[in-house]
């Protein structure tokens, strides 16, 4: 059975030739993508190779169509290989240093799903020749997964709100946003009264960035 997030990365990948999953783990994401014919050849490529026994247990019976590497990000991958790549279940910093690593390597279509720095994850994408075309929030055991379909294109510059929310879910509102965004006020506010307790000289300044900070989320909060 796959999870939310994963049943959600699977659906966000379009039909393609060879799709690379990287960092693939237990590879439920590339024996999905064979089984529902959304792809002829996955290649699941992992630096662990505990990580690649796990995959290749699960992709029994698909021995033809799922390949197995072990290595470093897309060093599995030679240059045009894959038509698109998955890398999900990392920080948005491994995912953005696997990209910068070997940007020939990157194919013109990427599904990434972070469980941190998706802010960074984001700019990343935007200023390496790539747009957000489609994205989407899921939560599952207590967290926030944004999955984001990026593909090779101009974008245009993102505000730091666009950047922390996403410009594709601020359009789209999903119902879990105005949950994402109820938590990052409320740990916002608990940060408020920390600093308030403080004796910081920057106390001041502090103070009035974060009340700058909670109106704007305030404003899409009523937009939601
Ligand atoms: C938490 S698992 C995520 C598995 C799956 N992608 C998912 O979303 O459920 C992270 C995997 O990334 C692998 N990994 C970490 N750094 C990597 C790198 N530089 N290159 C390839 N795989 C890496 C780990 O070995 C681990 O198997």
Known sequence: MLSNRLKTIVRMVPRAQTIADIGCDHGKVAVALVKNGRSQHVICGDISGKSLDKARKNAKGFEESISLREGNGL?????????????????GELISDILNANKDKAPDTLVLSCNTASGLLRQWICENGYRIADEELVFENRHFYPVILALKG?????????????????????????????????????????????????????????????EEYAGIEKCL
Not at 175 to 188: C, G, M, S, W
């Open 75 to 91: 060093e599995v991958l030679a240059a045009g290989e894959a038509d698109a790549a998955v890398l999900a279940g990392m920080g």
């Open 154 to 214: 101009q974008s245009e510059k993102l505000s730091d709100i666009a950047l922390e929310f996403g410009p594709v879910l601020l359009e789209k509102k999903p119902k879990v946003l105005r949950y994402f965004i109820k938590r990052r006020i409320d740990k916002t506010k608990e940060i408020r009264q920390q600093i308030e307790k403080s004796d910081s000289s920057k106390k001041m300044e502090l103070l009035n960035q974060i009340d700058e900070r909670l």
